[in-house]
């Protein structure tokens, strides 16, 4: 067997809840942003809560705000079955070797307590503290993998409740997190005993050095995977950003598709474009000039070989393909 091939096998059979502390020793010194890592598009949506006395999300087009008033058997099922974009909860998802967690924070309307939820749709049942608890007690059970946290959208909160958040995200990761640094790597991390790099998409970041900014994600708002792949190969030519980054490939509808397709749900149309999609992904590589890989986000990430396709294409760094 050829040395390609021995590295191919390699990481096609990393375990997926420990696949980076499982890497070649080669790849503990690669910058992160250089590697492919699975990630996961607004990730806590597996408890999306469709229940009458939970409010529809904010962002959500005035028509089905009014319709839900009036109409919510109706509507409550159909903003659940396009709001769902993955199925596994946080746990399951770190299991299957997600590293990247795109998380979509909202205060509630009328809430008088400061508990923070996600949201896509819907508003989730679970807190945001909730869920970093069990982000928290997964690192100390894997501690060599790190992961990625993306705190974004913010919908809702006014200064003293992003104090809050900030306040939690240290309480919970203590030393684990990592500060803005120039490079980091595996190795760098490990050394370090740094599991969790916070990025936070507000002006405040700046003021704390633990956390890191926003990370550009690539989102192409495209309904259809060939108009997808076209558009991410027109913004490879421009270069890649020069820190982390997200090629998100997931898939947009709005509501005129959803109308027109009422026995559809956001899964069908995943599935249906996946093999387009990771066919794409699998023609990437990692690290170069213009990659337009670094983190990859998708929807149900647990469906077909989304995961193992991301971190198989690592191979290109060990073959010197940097």
């Not at 499982?22 to 690669?30: G, I, Y």
């Not at 399951?92 to 924070?105: P, T």
């Not at 990771?278 to 023609?283: F, G, I, L």
Request: one cysteine or more; proline letters at 6%; aromatic letters at 10%.
């Amino acid at each position: 067997m050829s040395i390609v091939s021995d590295v191919q096998s390699s990481l096609k059979e990393l375990p997926l809840d420990s696949w980076m502390g499982s890497m070649p020793s080669a790849l503990w010194d690669v910058p992160l942003w250089n590697l492919a890592i699975p990630g996961s598009h607004n990730a806590i949506t597996y408890c999306l809560d469709k229940s009458d006395h939970s409010p529809v999300d904010l962002a959500q087009p005035d028509l089905l705000q009014k319709m839900d008033k009036y109409m919510k058997p109706l509507i409550r099922p159909f903003l659940h079955k396009w709001g769902v974009t993955q199925e596994l909860t946080v746990k399951e998802q770190l299991d299957c070797g997600v590293r990247y967690l795109d998380l979509r924070i909202a205060h509630r309307p009328n809430d008088t307590s400061a508990d923070l939820y996600f949201y896509h749709g819907l508003y989730t049942t679970l807190t945001v503290e909730s869920v970093l608890q069990d982000v928290r007690a997964w690192l100390d059970a894997h501690p060599k993998e790190v992961v990625i946290l993306s705190f974004s959208h913010f919908m809702g909160l006014n200064p003293d409740l992003h104090t809050g958040l900030i306040s939690t995200i240290r309480n919970i990761f203590t030393s684990k997190l990592c500060p803005t640094t120039k490079v980091v790597t595996l190795r760098s991390l490990w050394s370090l005993g740094y599991q969790v790099i916070a990025s936070y998409e507000h002006s405040i970041v700046h003021l704390h050095c633990d956390l890191w900014p926003h990370i550009p994600y690539w989102w192409a708002n495209k309904c259809k995977a060939q108009d997808l792949i076209e558009l991410f190969e027109h913004r490879k030519q421009q270069g890649r950003p020069g820190g982390f980054f997200v090629t998100g490939i997931n898939l947009t509808v709005d509501l005129r598709y959803i109308c027109s397709h009422p026995t559809e749900s956001l899964k069908d149309v995943v599935m249906f474009s996946n093999p387009a999609l990771q066919s794409w992904v699998r023609a990437q590589v990692p690290g170069s000039h213009t990659s337009s890989l670094n983190i990859v986000a998708g929807d149900f990430v647990s469906e077909s070989d989304f995961i193992t396709t991301v971190i198989t294409l690592n191979e290109h760094l060990l073959n010197g393909s940097m």
